[in-house]
C-alpha cells in the first residue's frame, strides 16, 4: 500500500536495486575514503550482479554501482539524533570557544570507538577541519550535511572541506545554489510570486 511505502528507508530503496540504483556513494567524499580506511560507518559494497546505476544526478548516466551498507533493510530506521552526534555538537562548541584540544579529545573518542586512528591536529584550524570531516563521517546519509555546510559558511568557520564538497563550477551547482534546495518546478508553475531558479 502506498502508506506502507511511505515508511521505506527512501535512502535504502534508492540503492537497493529494486529495481532502482539511483543512488551510489561512487565520486562521494566516501567512495575514496572507505577504500582507505574500512570505517564501518561509511561502509559501501559492490552489487553482486549489477555493476552500474542510474544514479539521479544531471547528465551523469550510467555510472558505477556502489551501495551503501549503512541501511540494510527498507525498514531501517535513520536518526533524528544520537548520542554520538551530541558529543559532536560539544566539540563544535568547544572549538567556538577555542578549546581546539578538548574537541579533538572527542572526535578522537569517537572514532576510536568504531576501531579507527585518531586524526591528528596541532591547532585550531586543522582541528576544525577533523570536526567538519568526522561530522559527515558519523552522519552520512542521515540528511544533515547541507545544514552543516551552511552553519561554516554563514560563520565563516575555519578549516577545509574535501575538495568534493566545495561548491562546484557547473552552472547547477554554482556557489550561490550549492547550499539551497531548488524551489520545485510546480511551485514555479504554479505560483506568479515565486522567481525562477538563477
Known amino acids: 500500500s502506498s502508506l506502507e511505502t511511505d515508511q521505506y528507508n527512501r535512502i535504502f530503496w534508492a540503492g537497493a536495486s529494486t529495481p532502482y540504483r539511483a543512488h551510489t556513494v ?7 575514503y572507505y577504500e582507505e580506511t574500512q570505517d564501518p560507518r561509511v561502509a559501501w559494497a559492490r552489487h553482486p550482479t549489477q ?4 544514479a539521479a544526478v544531471l547528465d551523469l ?17 535513520i536518526n533524528l539524533s544520537s548520542g554520538r552526534e551530541m558529543r559532536l555538537i ?10 581546539w584540544q578538548g574537541a579533538m579529545t572527542i572526535i578522537n ?15 585550531l584550524d586543522e582541528a576544525w577541519t577533523r570536526l567538519k570531516r568526522e561530522r559527515g563521517i558519523e552522519l552520512w546519509l542521515e540528511g544533515r550535511r547541507m545544514f552543516d555546510l551552511r552553519r561554516w559558511e554563514a560563520t565563516n568557520t575555519p578549516g577545509a572541506l574535501d575538495p568534493l564538497e566545495m561548491p562546484g563550477e557547473a552552472s547547477r551547482l554554482a556557489a550561490n545554489r550549492s ?10 508553475e504554479t505560483n506568479p510570486n515565486v522567481p525562477l531558479n538563477p
Do not use: H, I
Request: proline letters at 6%.
Open 26 to 32: 561512487w565520486r562521494t567524499v566516501y567512495w575514496g
Open 51 to 54: 555493476t552500474t546505476g542510474d
Open 179 to 188: 547550499l539551497c534546495y531548488d524551489l520545485p518546478k510546480s511551485e514555479r
Open 61 to 77: 548516466g550510467r555510472v558505477l554501482f556502489l551501495q551503501q551498507q549503512k541501511y540494510r533493510v527498507r525498514e531501517a530506521p
Open 90 to 99: 560539544e566539540a563544535e562548541a568547544m572549538l567556538r570557544d577555542g578549546n
Open 109 to 123: 573518542a569517537l572514532r576510536t570507538s568504531v576501531g579507527m586512528q585518531p586524526w591528528p591536529a596541532s591547532n
